[in-house]
């Protein structure tokens, strides 16, 4: 079975820092899609970076980044010069199936808090 | 565009009343999903849909019922409410396999 798994329930980081918040995933797919989400207080859900598995460069959305490793299963987000606005609960997110037809729901792991310090 | 709406932002109900969640999106998507969140358990899949008129079940479908009469809407239907229901509710959707877009939520209170 597909899963997911963040094993940093939380994580502090001095304002300015870089920080990684470690996913590795399992699947037994060749094709599929890895996703990390933001989630603030507020409680809404911002999409932040994506990640397919026949990228060949690791993604990056501004001061995101996805550190890609195949071969390890693991995607993990790095969030470059911290800001306080990335307080928050981060979801990485994997694309359930490829057959076309049923969509792209995801599963998701626990999560990740992290606190940004000034 | 408004995107991704969600209705009621919050709710409380007593043991065995039951509600229905509405979610409505206007980006003309043809998938839809209904999520819960739970404390350090993330998301998990309620049901999903692949088009008007279809819905299947994801990981948690138990206690629950979905209804996608219009491509725009996808409802959420609790017909026995139990405490274990209580949980915020989200629903998303999405062109294709691309990424999801999440309404803002639902914090559902079962007593």
């Known amino acids: 079975a597909q899963k997911i798994t963040q094993t940093q329930p939380g994580m502090f980081v001095q304002e300015k820092e870089a920080v990684t918040l470690d996913c590795t995933y399992d699947t037994s797919d060749q094709s599929y899609g890895l996703f990390w989400y933001k989630q603030p207080s507020s409680g809404e859900m911002i999409f932040l970076i994506y990640q397919g598995s026949y990228d060949e460069q690791n993604a990056t959305e501004g001061r995101y980044s996805l550190n890609f490793q195949k071969a390890r299963k693991s995607a993990n987000l790095v969030i470059s010069a911290s800001q306080l606005g990335d307080s928050a609960m981060y979801f990485c997110?994997?694309?359930?199936?490829?057959?076309?037809?049923?969509?792209?729901?995801?599963?998701f792991g626990q999560g990740t808090e992290l606190s940004v310090k000034p | 565009n408004a995107g991704v709406t969600q209705t009621p932002k919050f709710r409380v109900l007593k043991t065995g009343q039951s509600m229905t969640l509405l979610c409505a999106q206007d980006m003309n998507h043809e998938y839809m999903y209904w999520y819960r969140q739970d404390p350090g358990m993330g998301l998990r899949l309620i049901h999903y849909s692949v088009g008007e008129g279809t819905t299947a079940k994801g990981e948690v479908p138990d206690g629950y019922n979905v209804s996608r009469l219009k491509k725009q809407n996808f409802l959420l239907g609790l017909e026995s409410a139990a405490p274990s229901q209580t949980s915020v509710y989200f629903c998303?959707?999405?062109?294709?396999?691309?990424?999801?877009?999440f309404g803002s939520g639902t914090q559902l209170s079962v007593l």
């Open positions: 997110a994997m694309r359930e199936t490829m057959i076309y037809n049923q969509g792209g729901k995801l599963i």
């Open positions: 998303a959707s999405s062109y294709g396999r691309e990424k999801l877009f």
